[in-house]
Nanobody
């Protein structure tokens, strides 16, 4: 029963902000890298951001750099994605995922969806006026 549950999505105006949360149950996140992915209708699932197991290293796709911030609180078994200056192009279902293989490194996380072992059910983010 290793589960990830996303929350915090919703409808927001362009330029607004949301904070997504990814809570783990059945396991601890201390030894897992975590990624955030998103998928819009008719499009491929793309990596948005990732964070290494200890939080030392982070990556962002170019389209969200300077606007999104990933963080983790291992004591709370939760990872966050702060999204600011949201654009209509950010509209998608957002998923968090846990990677056991690269979790042993505090200096690496993968932006590739095929590297991840466990996935949440997703939360809808809609940016519209």
């Amino acid at each position: 029963q290793l589960q990830l549950v996303e929350s915090g999505g919703g409808l927001v105006q362009p330029g607004g902000s949301l904070r997504l949360s990814c809570a783990a149950s059945g396991f601890t996140l201390d030894y897992y890298a975590i990624g955030w992915f998103r998928q819009a209708p008719g499009k491929e699932r793309e990596g948005v951001s990732c964070i290494s197991s200890g939080g030392r290293s982070t990556n962002y796709t170019d389209s969200v750099k300077g606007r999104f911030t990933i963080s983790r609180n291992n004591a709370k078994n939760t990872v966050y994605l702060q999204m600011n200056s949201l654009k209509p192009e950010d509209t998608a279902v957002y998923y968090c995922a846990a990677d056991e293989y690269y979790g042993g490194s505090n200096y690496f996380c993968s932006m590739g969806r095929y590297d991840y072992d466990y996935w949440g059910q997703g939360t809808q983010v809609t940016v519209s006026s």
